[in-house]
Protein backbone atom coordinates (compact mmCIF):
# COMPACT_ATOMS: atom_id res chain seq x y z
CA UNK A 1 0.00 0.00 0.00
CA UNK A 2 2.66 2.54 1.02
CA UNK A 3 4.58 1.32 -2.33
CA UNK A 4 1.01 2.84 -4.24
CA UNK A 5 0.93 5.70 -1.91
CA UNK A 6 4.30 6.92 -2.66
CA UNK A 7 3.81 6.49 -6.48
CA UNK A 8 1.05 8.40 -6.98
CA UNK A 9 2.78 11.68 -4.84
CA UNK A 10 5.59 10.67 -7.44
CA UNK A 11 3.26 11.66 -9.92
CA UNK A 12 1.63 14.24 -8.56
CA UNK A 13 4.11 16.40 -6.34
CA UNK A 14 5.48 17.46 -9.34
CA UNK A 15 2.76 18.69 -11.36
CA UNK A 16 2.01 22.05 -11.58
CA UNK A 17 -1.52 21.62 -12.59
CA UNK A 18 -2.64 20.33 -9.34
CA UNK A 19 -1.41 22.60 -7.14
CA UNK A 20 -3.12 25.11 -9.30
CA UNK A 21 -6.61 22.97 -8.58
CA UNK A 22 -5.60 22.55 -5.46
CA UNK A 23 -4.98 26.25 -4.79
CA UNK A 24 -8.07 27.24 -6.34
CA UNK A 25 -9.98 24.85 -3.85
CA UNK A 26 -8.38 26.05 -0.88
CA UNK A 27 -8.90 29.69 -1.90
CA UNK A 28 -13.11 29.10 -2.82
CA UNK A 29 -12.98 27.16 0.79
CA UNK A 30 -11.23 29.39 3.04
CA UNK A 31 -13.12 32.75 1.02
CA UNK A 32 -16.45 31.40 1.65
CA UNK A 33 -15.59 30.27 5.28
CA UNK A 34 -13.94 33.37 6.44
CA UNK A 35 -15.48 35.67 4.02
CA UNK A 36 -19.71 34.96 5.11
CA UNK A 37 -19.24 36.61 8.32
CA UNK A 38 -18.52 39.59 6.78
CA UNK A 39 -21.20 39.17 4.27
CA UNK A 40 -23.33 38.68 7.51
CA UNK A 41 -22.39 41.68 8.18
CA UNK A 42 -22.86 43.37 5.38
CA UNK A 43 -26.30 42.44 5.24
CA UNK A 44 -27.41 43.42 8.81
CA UNK A 45 -26.03 46.57 8.41
CA UNK A 46 -28.49 47.09 4.98
CA UNK A 47 -31.52 45.32 6.23
CA UNK A 48 -31.65 46.82 9.93
CA UNK A 49 -33.07 43.10 10.49
CA UNK A 50 -32.37 41.95 13.64
CA UNK A 51 -31.80 38.01 13.05
CA UNK A 52 -29.21 38.46 10.44
CA UNK A 53 -26.92 39.80 12.95
CA UNK A 54 -27.91 36.52 15.41
CA UNK A 55 -27.22 34.67 11.98
CA UNK A 56 -23.75 35.05 12.33
CA UNK A 57 -23.48 33.72 16.23
CA UNK A 58 -25.68 30.93 15.27
CA UNK A 59 -23.92 29.33 12.20
CA UNK A 60 -20.56 29.84 13.67
CA UNK A 61 -20.93 29.12 17.55
CA UNK A 62 -19.64 25.68 18.82
CA UNK A 63 -21.05 22.97 18.21
CA UNK A 64 -23.03 23.87 15.53
CA UNK A 65 -20.32 25.00 13.22
CA UNK A 66 -19.46 21.46 13.02
CA UNK A 67 -22.31 20.61 11.30
CA UNK A 68 -23.01 23.74 9.51
CA UNK A 69 -20.08 24.23 7.78
CA UNK A 70 -19.37 20.23 6.81
CA UNK A 71 -22.11 20.45 5.49
CA UNK A 72 -22.36 23.65 3.22
CA UNK A 73 -18.61 22.37 2.24
CA UNK A 74 -20.15 18.95 1.13
CA UNK A 75 -22.50 20.53 -1.33
CA UNK A 76 -23.03 18.73 -4.57
CA UNK A 77 -22.77 21.34 -6.95
CA UNK A 78 -20.00 23.80 -4.40
CA UNK A 79 -16.46 23.70 -3.53
CA UNK A 80 -15.86 20.33 -3.59
CA UNK A 81 -16.74 20.17 -7.21
CA UNK A 82 -13.17 20.72 -7.34
CA UNK A 83 -11.82 18.19 -5.85
CA UNK A 84 -13.81 16.11 -7.91
CA UNK A 85 -12.17 17.96 -10.97
CA UNK A 86 -8.83 17.27 -9.73
CA UNK A 87 -9.51 13.49 -8.83
CA UNK A 88 -10.79 13.32 -12.78
CA UNK A 89 -7.94 14.77 -14.08
CA UNK A 90 -5.36 12.82 -12.09
CA UNK A 91 -6.93 9.68 -13.16
CA UNK A 92 -7.86 11.23 -17.36
CA UNK A 93 -4.40 12.29 -17.33
CA UNK A 94 -2.77 8.42 -17.38
CA UNK A 95 -5.52 7.78 -20.56
CA UNK A 96 -4.40 11.10 -22.44
CA UNK A 97 -0.82 10.07 -21.76
CA UNK A 98 -1.12 6.60 -22.03
CA UNK A 99 1.08 6.05 -18.90
CA UNK A 100 -2.05 3.69 -17.57
CA UNK A 101 -0.17 1.38 -20.19
CA UNK A 102 3.34 2.52 -18.89
CA UNK A 103 2.40 1.55 -15.65
CA UNK A 104 1.26 -1.68 -16.40
CA UNK A 105 4.20 -2.55 -18.73
CA UNK A 106 6.70 -2.14 -16.09
CA UNK A 107 4.90 -4.13 -13.71
CA UNK A 108 1.51 -2.65 -11.64
CA UNK A 109 -1.32 -5.35 -11.88
CA UNK A 110 -4.90 -3.52 -13.20
CA UNK A 111 -5.67 -4.04 -9.58
CA UNK A 112 -2.96 -2.03 -8.45
CA UNK A 113 -3.88 0.70 -10.54
CA UNK A 114 -7.33 0.90 -9.45
CA UNK A 115 -5.68 0.75 -6.04
CA UNK A 116 -3.36 3.81 -5.98
CA UNK A 117 -6.32 5.78 -7.47
CA UNK A 118 -8.66 4.19 -4.17
CA UNK A 119 -5.59 5.37 -1.78
CA UNK A 120 -5.43 9.04 -3.83
CA UNK A 121 -9.32 9.75 -3.11
CA UNK A 122 -8.47 8.47 0.51
CA UNK A 123 -5.59 11.00 1.04
CA UNK A 124 -7.84 13.81 -0.81
CA UNK A 125 -11.04 12.76 1.64
CA UNK A 126 -8.38 13.18 4.68
CA UNK A 127 -7.02 16.27 3.68
CA UNK A 128 -10.11 17.70 3.16
CA UNK A 129 -11.53 16.53 6.11
CA UNK A 130 -8.37 17.89 8.10
CA UNK A 131 -8.64 21.68 6.15
CA UNK A 132 -12.21 21.59 7.35
CA UNK A 133 -11.51 20.26 10.52
CA UNK A 134 -8.48 23.49 11.06
CA UNK A 135 -11.44 26.08 9.43
CA UNK A 136 -13.80 24.87 12.06
CA UNK A 137 -11.55 24.71 15.03
CA UNK A 138 -9.88 28.49 14.06
CA UNK A 139 -13.34 30.16 13.29
CA UNK A 140 -15.39 28.56 16.06
CA UNK A 141 -13.04 29.50 18.66
CA UNK A 142 -12.84 32.90 17.52
CA UNK A 143 -16.86 33.09 17.19
CA UNK A 144 -17.92 31.16 20.46
CA UNK A 145 -18.53 33.25 23.36
CA UNK A 146 -18.24 30.15 26.04
CA UNK A 147 -17.18 27.41 25.41
CA UNK A 148 -17.12 24.23 27.33
CA UNK A 149 -15.86 20.57 26.20
CA UNK A 150 -19.30 19.30 25.41
CA UNK A 151 -20.35 22.44 23.15
CA UNK A 152 -16.98 22.14 21.87
CA UNK A 153 -17.09 18.21 20.94
CA UNK A 154 -20.70 17.00 20.59
CA UNK A 155 -21.12 17.43 17.11
CA UNK A 156 -17.56 16.99 15.82
CA UNK A 157 -18.78 13.65 14.52
CA UNK A 158 -19.99 15.38 11.59
CA UNK A 159 -16.53 15.02 10.09
CA UNK A 160 -16.69 11.42 9.76
CA UNK A 161 -19.82 12.61 7.64
CA UNK A 162 -17.78 14.98 6.08
CA UNK A 163 -14.80 11.98 4.78
CA UNK A 164 -17.19 9.74 4.22
CA UNK A 165 -19.10 11.95 1.46
CA UNK A 166 -16.05 13.48 -0.11
CA UNK A 167 -14.60 9.85 -0.02
CA UNK A 168 -18.17 8.54 -2.11
CA UNK A 169 -17.88 11.56 -4.29
CA UNK A 170 -14.43 11.01 -4.93
CA UNK A 171 -14.89 7.28 -5.84
CA UNK A 172 -18.13 8.06 -7.70
CA UNK A 173 -15.50 10.97 -10.27
CA UNK A 174 -12.82 8.02 -10.02
CA UNK A 175 -15.21 5.69 -11.83
CA UNK A 176 -16.57 8.60 -14.01
CA UNK A 177 -12.71 9.30 -15.68
CA UNK A 178 -12.28 5.42 -16.04
CA UNK A 179 -15.16 4.98 -17.90
CA UNK A 180 -14.96 8.13 -20.03
CA UNK A 181 -10.98 8.47 -19.99
CA UNK A 182 -11.38 11.73 -21.95
CA UNK A 183 -10.86 14.60 -19.26
CA UNK A 184 -13.26 17.10 -20.61
CA UNK A 185 -16.19 14.51 -21.10
CA UNK A 186 -15.85 13.38 -17.47
CA UNK A 187 -15.62 16.63 -16.02
CA UNK A 188 -18.46 17.33 -17.97
CA UNK A 189 -20.37 14.64 -16.87
CA UNK A 190 -19.35 15.18 -13.32
CA UNK A 191 -21.60 18.61 -13.39
CA UNK A 192 -24.56 17.28 -15.85
CA UNK A 193 -25.43 14.02 -13.81
CA UNK A 194 -26.28 15.63 -10.90
CA UNK A 195 -28.58 17.69 -12.56
CA UNK A 196 -29.90 14.94 -14.34
CA UNK A 197 -30.41 13.06 -10.84
CA UNK A 198 -32.57 15.98 -10.05
CA UNK A 199 -35.11 15.21 -12.90
CA UNK A 200 -35.05 11.47 -12.39
CA UNK A 201 -35.96 12.01 -8.94
CA UNK A 202 -38.67 13.62 -9.97
CA UNK A 203 -40.09 10.73 -11.71
CA UNK A 204 -39.58 7.95 -9.33
CA UNK A 205 -41.52 6.71 -6.26
CA UNK A 206 -41.80 9.01 -3.47
CA UNK A 207 -39.02 7.33 -0.95
CA UNK A 208 -36.54 6.51 -3.48
CA UNK A 209 -35.05 9.71 -3.86
CA UNK A 210 -32.12 9.19 -1.07
CA UNK A 211 -31.17 5.38 -2.86
CA UNK A 212 -29.84 7.46 -6.02
CA UNK A 213 -26.12 8.04 -6.15
CA UNK A 214 -26.07 11.16 -5.83
CA UNK A 215 -28.37 11.73 -3.50
CA UNK A 216 -27.19 8.75 -1.22
CA UNK A 217 -23.26 10.48 -1.19
CA UNK A 218 -24.68 13.52 -0.18
CA UNK A 219 -27.09 12.48 2.44
CA UNK A 220 -25.33 12.24 5.47
CA UNK A 221 -25.30 15.70 5.68
CA UNK A 222 -28.48 17.17 4.77
CA UNK A 223 -30.18 20.39 5.83
CA UNK A 224 -28.70 21.47 9.06
CA UNK A 225 -31.16 21.84 11.69
CA UNK A 226 -29.34 24.36 13.76
CA UNK A 227 -30.89 26.17 16.95
CA UNK A 228 -31.50 29.04 14.09
CA UNK A 229 -34.30 27.47 12.02
CA UNK A 230 -35.53 26.44 15.19
CA UNK A 231 -35.47 30.16 16.59
CA UNK A 232 -37.22 31.38 13.20
CA UNK A 233 -39.68 29.34 12.09
CA UNK A 234 -40.79 25.85 14.64
CA UNK A 235 -43.23 25.19 12.17
CA UNK A 236 -40.62 24.71 9.35
CA UNK A 237 -41.41 21.40 6.81
CA UNK A 238 -38.17 20.68 5.53
CA UNK A 239 -35.94 17.58 5.85
CA UNK A 240 -34.17 18.99 8.94
CA UNK A 241 -31.17 17.26 10.23
CA UNK A 242 -30.38 16.76 14.06
CA UNK A 243 -27.84 13.98 14.16
CA UNK A 244 -25.99 11.39 11.86
CA UNK A 245 -27.89 8.23 10.75
CA UNK A 246 -25.79 5.02 10.38
CA UNK A 247 -27.98 3.98 7.42
CA UNK A 248 -27.10 7.08 5.65
CA UNK A 249 -23.12 5.72 6.15
CA UNK A 250 -24.43 2.05 5.43
CA UNK A 251 -25.96 3.50 2.06
CA UNK A 252 -22.83 6.01 1.14
CA UNK A 253 -20.47 3.46 1.79
CA UNK A 254 -22.13 0.66 -0.48
CA UNK A 255 -22.03 3.34 -2.98
CA UNK A 256 -18.36 3.61 -2.72
CA UNK A 257 -18.12 0.46 -2.85
CA UNK A 258 -20.31 -0.30 -6.19
CA UNK A 259 -18.02 2.44 -7.36
CA UNK A 260 -14.46 0.57 -6.77
CA UNK A 261 -16.58 -2.57 -8.17
CA UNK A 262 -17.69 -1.30 -11.60
CA UNK A 263 -14.14 0.63 -11.98
CA UNK A 264 -12.15 -2.76 -11.15
CA UNK A 265 -14.66 -4.92 -13.31
CA UNK A 266 -13.87 -2.16 -16.15
CA UNK A 267 -10.19 -2.05 -15.62
CA UNK A 268 -9.59 -5.77 -15.87
CA UNK A 269 -11.85 -6.44 -18.73
CA UNK A 270 -10.54 -3.81 -20.65
CA UNK A 271 -7.73 -3.54 -23.60
CA UNK A 272 -5.64 -0.47 -22.42
CA UNK B 1 22.05 -50.91 -13.24
CA UNK B 2 18.60 -49.99 -13.42
CA UNK B 3 19.49 -47.14 -11.02
CA UNK B 4 22.14 -45.98 -13.00
CA UNK B 5 19.67 -45.95 -15.85
CA UNK B 6 17.65 -43.33 -14.29
CA UNK B 7 19.91 -41.82 -13.09
CA UNK B 8 21.36 -41.19 -16.71
CA UNK B 9 18.04 -39.79 -17.42
CA UNK B 10 17.53 -37.75 -15.29
CA UNK B 11 20.36 -35.96 -15.36
CA UNK B 12 20.25 -36.13 -18.86
CA UNK B 13 17.05 -34.66 -19.15
CA UNK B 14 18.27 -31.41 -16.76
CA UNK B 15 20.43 -31.00 -18.90
CA UNK B 16 18.50 -31.38 -21.91
CA UNK B 17 15.90 -28.74 -19.97
CA UNK B 18 18.88 -26.42 -19.03
CA UNK B 19 20.49 -26.43 -22.60
CA UNK B 20 16.74 -25.36 -24.63
CA UNK B 21 16.42 -22.56 -21.81
CA UNK B 22 13.00 -21.57 -22.90
CA UNK B 23 11.90 -17.59 -21.77
CA UNK B 24 8.43 -17.47 -23.29
CA UNK B 25 5.99 -19.49 -24.85
CA UNK B 26 3.17 -18.52 -26.78
CA UNK B 27 0.27 -20.84 -27.44
CA UNK B 28 -2.43 -20.32 -29.82
CA UNK B 29 -2.70 -17.07 -28.79
CA UNK B 30 -5.63 -15.40 -30.73
CA UNK B 31 -7.13 -11.59 -30.78
CA UNK B 32 -10.14 -10.17 -32.79
CA UNK B 33 -11.26 -7.10 -33.54
CA UNK B 34 -14.86 -7.43 -34.37
CA UNK B 35 -14.35 -9.26 -37.77
CA UNK B 36 -10.69 -8.76 -38.17
CA UNK B 37 -8.38 -11.05 -36.31
CA UNK B 38 -5.76 -9.20 -35.80
CA UNK B 39 -3.84 -12.05 -33.82
CA UNK B 40 -4.68 -15.58 -35.41
CA UNK B 41 -3.83 -18.66 -33.17
CA UNK B 42 0.01 -17.83 -32.85
CA UNK B 43 2.40 -20.19 -31.44
CA UNK B 44 5.70 -18.91 -30.61
CA UNK B 45 8.84 -20.65 -28.92
CA UNK B 46 11.88 -17.99 -27.65
CA UNK B 47 14.87 -19.35 -25.92
CA UNK B 48 16.99 -17.14 -23.28
CA UNK B 49 19.63 -15.32 -25.30
CA UNK B 50 18.26 -14.90 -28.50
CA UNK B 51 17.71 -11.82 -30.17
CA UNK B 52 14.03 -12.59 -31.75
CA UNK B 53 12.85 -10.90 -34.69
CA UNK B 54 8.88 -10.61 -35.10
CA UNK B 55 8.72 -9.17 -38.84
CA UNK B 56 5.46 -8.10 -40.58
CA UNK B 57 4.03 -5.26 -42.35
CA UNK B 58 2.31 -2.59 -40.46
CA UNK B 59 -1.14 -3.79 -39.32
CA UNK B 60 -0.07 -7.92 -39.31
CA UNK B 61 -0.16 -7.86 -35.60
CA UNK B 62 2.81 -7.22 -34.10
CA UNK B 63 2.31 -4.81 -31.49
CA UNK B 64 -1.07 -6.45 -30.53
CA UNK B 65 0.96 -9.68 -30.11
CA UNK B 66 3.59 -7.72 -27.66
CA UNK B 67 0.23 -5.82 -26.07
CA UNK B 68 -1.07 -9.35 -25.28
CA UNK B 69 2.84 -10.67 -23.70
CA UNK B 70 2.49 -6.91 -21.41
CA UNK B 71 -1.05 -7.12 -20.07
CA UNK B 72 -2.15 -4.56 -22.00
CA UNK B 73 -4.11 -6.00 -24.55
CA UNK B 74 -6.83 -8.77 -23.72
CA UNK B 75 -6.49 -12.03 -25.80
CA UNK B 76 -9.45 -13.70 -27.20
CA UNK B 77 -8.09 -17.43 -26.69
CA UNK B 78 -4.97 -18.74 -26.18
CA UNK B 79 -2.51 -18.32 -23.65
CA UNK B 80 1.24 -17.72 -23.08
CA UNK B 81 3.96 -18.39 -20.36
CA UNK B 82 7.14 -16.01 -19.15
CA UNK B 83 9.82 -17.89 -17.93
CA UNK B 84 7.77 -21.32 -17.93
CA UNK B 85 5.47 -19.76 -15.12
CA UNK B 86 1.92 -18.20 -15.88
CA UNK B 87 1.84 -14.08 -16.26
CA UNK B 88 1.60 -11.74 -13.79
CA UNK B 89 2.99 -8.80 -12.82
CA UNK B 90 6.12 -9.60 -11.23
CA UNK B 91 6.92 -11.26 -14.29
CA UNK B 92 6.62 -7.93 -15.81
CA UNK B 93 9.25 -6.41 -13.65
CA UNK B 94 11.96 -8.41 -15.40
CA UNK B 95 11.44 -7.13 -18.49
CA UNK B 96 12.16 -3.71 -20.39
CA UNK B 97 9.77 -2.84 -22.72
CA UNK B 98 8.72 -0.56 -25.43
CA UNK B 99 5.28 -0.64 -27.17
CA UNK B 100 4.62 2.02 -30.21
CA UNK B 101 5.75 5.04 -28.96
CA UNK B 102 7.68 6.52 -26.00
CA UNK B 103 4.77 6.94 -22.74
CA UNK B 104 6.27 9.53 -20.15
CA UNK B 105 4.65 11.69 -17.56
CA UNK B 106 5.18 15.09 -19.87
CA UNK B 107 5.16 17.45 -16.91
CA UNK B 108 7.76 15.25 -15.11
CA UNK B 109 11.86 15.84 -15.97
CA UNK B 110 13.16 12.87 -17.65
CA UNK B 111 14.97 11.88 -14.79
CA UNK B 112 11.54 11.89 -12.35
CA UNK B 113 10.35 9.50 -15.24
CA UNK B 114 13.19 7.00 -14.83
CA UNK B 115 12.66 7.54 -10.97
CA UNK B 116 8.51 6.56 -11.26
CA UNK B 117 9.64 3.67 -13.36
CA UNK B 118 12.50 2.76 -11.14
CA UNK B 119 9.72 2.55 -8.41
CA UNK B 120 6.89 0.42 -9.87
CA UNK B 121 9.94 -2.24 -11.13
CA UNK B 122 10.95 -2.31 -7.41
CA UNK B 123 14.71 -0.84 -8.16
CA UNK B 124 16.79 0.87 -6.00
CA UNK B 125 17.27 3.29 -8.39
CA UNK B 126 20.78 3.87 -8.15
CA UNK B 127 21.55 3.41 -12.10
CA UNK B 128 19.38 6.15 -13.04
CA UNK B 129 21.76 8.81 -13.54
CA UNK B 130 23.81 5.83 -16.07
CA UNK B 131 21.21 5.29 -18.16
CA UNK B 132 20.48 8.46 -18.56
CA UNK B 133 24.35 9.07 -19.52
CA UNK B 134 23.94 6.13 -21.94
CA UNK B 135 21.27 7.15 -23.04
CA UNK B 136 22.84 10.75 -23.67
CA UNK B 137 20.35 12.70 -21.84
CA UNK B 138 22.66 13.47 -18.93
CA UNK B 139 22.59 17.41 -20.03
CA UNK B 140 19.05 16.90 -20.44
CA UNK B 141 17.86 15.15 -17.32
CA UNK B 142 16.44 17.67 -15.77
CA UNK B 143 14.52 19.15 -18.29
CA UNK B 144 10.58 18.19 -18.91
CA UNK B 145 9.88 15.10 -21.00
CA UNK B 146 7.39 17.47 -23.10
CA UNK B 147 10.47 19.50 -24.26
CA UNK B 148 12.20 16.48 -25.90
CA UNK B 149 13.08 15.93 -29.34
CA UNK B 150 11.86 12.40 -31.04
CA UNK B 151 14.96 11.15 -30.82
CA UNK B 152 15.29 11.97 -27.44
CA UNK B 153 12.31 10.53 -26.29
CA UNK B 154 12.75 7.36 -28.36
CA UNK B 155 15.83 7.21 -26.57
CA UNK B 156 14.62 7.96 -22.84
CA UNK B 157 12.40 5.19 -23.74
CA UNK B 158 15.36 3.01 -24.54
CA UNK B 159 17.17 4.00 -21.31
CA UNK B 160 14.40 3.02 -19.31
CA UNK B 161 13.80 -0.60 -20.81
CA UNK B 162 17.62 -1.16 -19.55
CA UNK B 163 17.23 -0.24 -15.86
CA UNK B 164 18.10 -2.53 -13.30
CA UNK B 165 19.47 -5.24 -16.39
CA UNK B 166 16.14 -6.86 -17.12
CA UNK B 167 16.17 -10.64 -18.35
CA UNK B 168 13.83 -9.69 -21.66
CA UNK B 169 13.99 -6.79 -23.89
CA UNK B 170 10.99 -5.88 -26.02
CA UNK B 171 11.47 -3.28 -28.74
CA UNK B 172 8.46 -2.56 -30.54
CA UNK B 173 9.40 -0.87 -34.04
CA UNK B 174 12.57 1.27 -31.85
CA UNK B 175 13.92 2.96 -34.99
CA UNK B 176 10.72 4.25 -36.38
CA UNK B 177 10.93 8.40 -36.88
CA UNK B 178 14.11 8.17 -36.23
CA UNK B 179 17.01 9.98 -38.55
CA UNK B 180 19.98 7.30 -39.70
CA UNK B 181 22.38 8.50 -36.54
CA UNK B 182 19.33 7.59 -34.42
CA UNK B 183 18.72 4.69 -36.21
CA UNK B 184 22.56 3.48 -36.02
CA UNK B 185 22.72 4.35 -32.00
CA UNK B 186 19.82 2.42 -31.15
CA UNK B 187 21.14 -0.51 -33.35
CA UNK B 188 24.51 -0.48 -31.26
CA UNK B 189 22.55 -0.56 -28.26
CA UNK B 190 20.76 -3.65 -29.16
CA UNK B 191 23.82 -5.56 -30.07
CA UNK B 192 25.55 -4.27 -26.88
CA UNK B 193 22.70 -5.65 -24.77
CA UNK B 194 22.26 -8.67 -26.87
CA UNK B 195 26.11 -9.60 -26.40
CA UNK B 196 25.85 -9.34 -22.73
CA UNK B 197 23.18 -12.38 -22.87
CA UNK B 198 20.26 -10.39 -22.90
CA UNK B 199 16.62 -11.98 -24.69
CA UNK B 200 15.77 -9.55 -27.10
CA UNK B 201 12.10 -9.55 -29.01
CA UNK B 202 11.75 -6.89 -31.69
CA UNK B 203 9.20 -6.22 -33.64
CA UNK B 204 9.88 -4.65 -37.02
CA UNK B 205 8.29 -4.08 -40.31
CA UNK B 206 12.16 -3.10 -41.55
CA UNK B 207 13.40 -6.85 -43.16
CA UNK B 208 17.32 -4.90 -43.07
CA UNK B 209 16.93 -4.22 -39.24
CA UNK B 210 15.91 -7.76 -38.61
CA UNK B 211 18.57 -9.02 -40.76
CA UNK B 212 20.99 -7.15 -39.33
CA UNK B 213 20.49 -7.99 -35.67
CA UNK B 214 18.31 -10.86 -35.13
CA UNK B 215 19.03 -14.46 -34.20
CA UNK B 216 15.81 -15.70 -34.97
CA UNK B 217 12.92 -14.76 -36.89
CA UNK B 218 8.87 -15.36 -37.09
CA UNK B 219 7.32 -13.35 -40.50
CA UNK B 220 3.57 -12.34 -39.37
CA UNK B 221 1.67 -11.79 -42.26
CA UNK B 222 -2.36 -10.69 -41.27
CA UNK B 223 -1.85 -11.74 -37.79
CA UNK B 224 -0.80 -15.57 -38.98
CA UNK B 225 2.84 -17.05 -38.23
CA UNK B 226 3.94 -17.72 -42.06
CA UNK B 227 7.80 -18.81 -41.00
CA UNK B 228 10.17 -18.85 -38.21
CA UNK B 229 13.10 -19.90 -37.50
CA UNK B 230 16.63 -18.70 -37.23
CA UNK B 231 17.52 -15.44 -39.85
CA UNK B 232 20.03 -17.56 -41.49
CA UNK B 233 17.54 -20.30 -42.80
CA UNK B 234 14.53 -18.53 -42.71
CA UNK B 235 15.55 -14.87 -44.68
CA UNK B 236 17.36 -15.91 -47.33
CA UNK B 237 21.05 -14.35 -47.45
CA UNK B 238 20.30 -12.88 -51.23
CA UNK B 239 20.70 -9.17 -52.14
CA UNK B 240 19.93 -7.48 -55.45
CA UNK B 241 22.61 -5.56 -56.77
CA UNK B 242 22.67 -2.87 -59.46
CA UNK B 243 25.61 -2.27 -61.48
CA UNK B 244 26.39 -1.05 -65.10
CA UNK B 245 29.97 -0.74 -67.04
CA UNK B 246 31.18 1.06 -70.69
CA UNK B 247 31.69 -1.98 -71.88
CA UNK B 248 27.95 -4.16 -71.01
CA UNK B 249 28.57 -6.93 -73.10
CA UNK B 250 31.72 -7.99 -71.26
CA UNK B 251 30.23 -7.27 -68.11
CA UNK B 252 27.47 -9.40 -69.32
CA UNK B 253 29.53 -12.55 -70.34
CA UNK B 254 31.23 -12.07 -66.57
CA UNK B 255 28.03 -12.12 -64.83
CA UNK B 256 27.07 -15.39 -66.81
CA UNK B 257 30.32 -17.26 -65.58
CA UNK B 258 30.37 -16.50 -62.01
CA UNK B 259 28.97 -18.95 -59.22
CA UNK B 260 27.84 -16.16 -56.89
CA UNK B 261 24.57 -14.85 -59.00
CA UNK B 262 21.59 -16.63 -59.12
CA UNK B 263 19.60 -14.38 -61.42
CA UNK B 264 20.27 -11.72 -63.69
CA UNK B 265 17.64 -9.14 -65.25
CA UNK B 266 18.19 -6.12 -67.64
CA UNK B 267 16.82 -2.57 -66.56
CA UNK B 268 17.67 0.68 -67.82
CA UNK B 269 20.96 -0.04 -69.33
CA UNK B 270 21.94 -1.68 -66.25
CA UNK B 271 21.70 -5.19 -64.75
CA UNK B 272 20.38 -6.27 -61.73
CA UNK B 273 21.80 -9.63 -59.76
CA UNK B 274 20.60 -11.81 -57.01
CA UNK B 275 23.44 -13.18 -55.25
CA UNK B 276 23.17 -16.38 -53.65
CA UNK B 277 25.27 -15.12 -50.64
CA UNK B 278 26.07 -11.61 -48.92
CA UNK B 279 28.73 -9.67 -50.81
CA UNK B 280 30.14 -6.73 -49.95
CA UNK B 281 30.37 -3.62 -53.01
CA UNK B 282 34.28 -3.20 -52.34
CA UNK B 283 34.83 -6.85 -53.06
CA UNK B 284 32.56 -7.22 -56.16
CA UNK B 285 34.04 -3.78 -57.68
CA UNK B 286 38.03 -5.51 -57.28
CA UNK B 287 36.21 -9.01 -58.82
CA UNK B 288 35.36 -7.10 -61.99
CA UNK B 289 38.38 -4.35 -62.00
CA UNK B 290 40.69 -7.67 -61.72
CA UNK B 291 38.50 -8.91 -65.66
CA UNK B 292 39.30 -5.33 -66.53
CA UNK B 293 35.96 -4.16 -66.40
CA UNK B 294 35.22 -0.88 -64.80
CA UNK B 295 32.07 -0.27 -63.66
CA UNK B 296 30.26 3.41 -63.54
CA UNK B 297 27.44 2.14 -61.05
CA UNK B 298 26.96 -0.20 -58.49
CA UNK B 299 24.79 -0.36 -55.58
CA UNK B 300 22.45 -2.47 -53.36
CA UNK B 301 18.63 -2.44 -54.29
CA UNK B 302 16.98 -2.58 -50.92
CA UNK B 303 13.86 -5.15 -51.19
CA UNK B 304 10.83 -4.02 -49.77
CA UNK B 305 9.01 -6.51 -47.50
CA UNK B 306 6.07 -6.99 -49.56
CA UNK B 307 8.12 -8.20 -52.31
CA UNK B 308 9.87 -10.54 -50.11
CA UNK B 309 7.01 -11.83 -48.80
CA UNK B 310 5.82 -13.16 -52.08
CA UNK B 311 9.28 -14.24 -53.02
CA UNK B 312 8.64 -16.27 -49.13
CA UNK B 313 5.67 -17.50 -50.40
CA UNK B 314 6.52 -18.67 -53.26
CA UNK B 315 9.23 -20.76 -52.01
CA UNK B 316 6.89 -22.50 -49.68
Same mark, same amino acid.
Given at each position: ???????????????????????????????????????????????????????????????????????????????????????????????????????????????????????????????????????????????????????????????????????????????????????????????????????????????????????????????????????????????????????????????????????????????? | =?? $?? #?? +????????? !??? @?? *??????????????????????????????????????????????? =?? $?? #?? +????????? !??? @?? *????????????????????????????????????????????????? $????????????????????????????????????????????????????????????????????????????????????????????????????????????????????????????????????????????????????????????????????????????????????
Amino acid at each position: MMKLIQLELRKIIPYRMFWIMTAIYLLSLLFFFYGLPSLIDYFSLKTNVSEVKLLKNFIYTFPDIWQNLTWAASLRFFIKIFLGIIMVILVTNEYSFLTIRSNIINGLSRTDFLLSKVYLAVMFSLAATFLVFITVLALGLSYSPTLTWHAFSSKMIFLTGYFTEILAYLLFAMMVSILLKRTGIAIGLLFVYPIVELIIQQKIPSGMEPYLPVNAINHILRTPNTSLIEYKSPEFTIDLQTGLHIQDFAVALLYAALFIGVSLWVIRRRDI | =MF $LQ #VI +RFIFTNTQY !FYR @LK *DIVLSIRQLTKRYGAITAVDHLDLEIERGSVFGILGPNGSGKTTTLG =ML $LD #VV +RPDAGSFSW !FGS @LP *DKTQRKRIGAILEVPLFYPYLTGRQNLELISSIKELPGDDIDKALERAG $LADRKHSRFRTYSLGMKQRLAVAATLLGQPEVLILDEPTNGLDPKGISEIRDIILKVASEGVTIILASHILDEVQKTCSHVAVLENGKKIFSGPVAEVLNNSQWIELSADTMDKLDLTLRNTDFVENIQEENEMYIIKTNKPVSLSDLNKFFYDRGIILNHLAIRKQSLEKYFLELLEKS
